[in-house]
DNA sequence: TCTGCATATACTTCTTATTGCATATATTAA
DNA sequence: TTAATATATGCAATAAGAAGTATATGCAGA
């Protein structure tokens, strides 16, 4: 494992829409289309920015029908890990983060209640980690 | 504490430089002349970066006769530590971090035989955490 | 004041990122 | 094949970062 190399991490790390990307596909896969509805942002900026992790490495992506599924790669870099897991505690200006997380769940019941929403991986991805 | 950004941390770990300058840091304060010794880089090169970095809040600065003297901000964004400590153990690629840690020693031990080729802060830094 | 050392800044060039708009591709269903 | 949805790409403009050369500043000592 780890052929990412640290400075790709950070990289990622470095800009607040992909720190929060990552702060989502911590908690399971998602679509272009629902982490654009979470975040609030254009469908083009979305896409950029996954694709720009795509190339470092940092996160994988899989086709499934219609959806590209983005994913953190397993096993995903303890590195990683780790600080995903600091911003939880350090919410300094990123109220946001906490707030994507609950957007996430709303959106995964949804899923629940009328697949064909979304590809399986995404709600199979069933754990409820914040209600 | 923390007013510090946590992307402005991400930033300036996302460069190699930088990298080996804060690893550096973590275990005392070093002059520009002194990291640029261990670091084999040009001086505006290594001045720069820590410009950069100073400017983020991330290195902290005080003059002492004619150096200027860099240190990590008492007391430590705890995100930054964290990450630090992790290079000593993901080293992949980062030889260049442990050689420098011997390089400091190296330069550090030459300090205490003839003092005044630094000030005093970084010679007294007298923490012998690798030999 | 002049010299020398340590450090910073200005200026230029080059590369890398960021963003928006428009458009293309891929997949599925009709 | 056509239409609709999801996603990616190309292009252009702008900004941000990186690196080098030259030069300026700040401090200390003679």
Redesign the pocket.
């Known amino acids: 494992m780890q052929s990412v190399e640290l400075t790709n991490l950070y990289?990622c790390l470095?800009?607040v829409?992909?720190l929060r990307i990552l702060n989502l596909l911590k908690e399971g896969p998602l679509?272009?289309?629902?982490?654009?509805e979470i975040l609030g942002?254009?469908?083009?900026?979305?896409?950029?920015?996954?694709?720009?992790m795509?190339k470092?490495g940092v996160v994988g992506?899989r086709?499934?029908?219609?959806?590209?599924?983005?994913s953190l790669p397993e096993p995903t870099h303890p590195v990683l890990l780790a600080n995903l897991h600091c911003l939880q505690a350090d919410t300094d200006g990123f109220g946001d983060l906490i707030g994507d997380l609950k957007k996430r769940s709303v959106i995964l019941r949804r899923f629940a209640a009328n697949p064909g929403?979304c590809p399986p991986a995404v709600y199979q991805a069933t754990d409820g980690c914040q209600g």
Chains 1, 2 share one sequence.
Do not use: F, I, N, P
């Not at 679509?31 to 654009?36: G, I």
């Not at 086709?63 to 983005?70: A, H, K, L, Q, S």
């Open positions: 990289k470095c800009d829409l992909r679509c272009v289309c629902h982490l654009q942002e254009t469908q083009v900026k979305t896409s950029k920015q996954l694709q720009y795509k470092l992506a086709r499934e029908g219609v959806w590209m599924v983005y929403e």
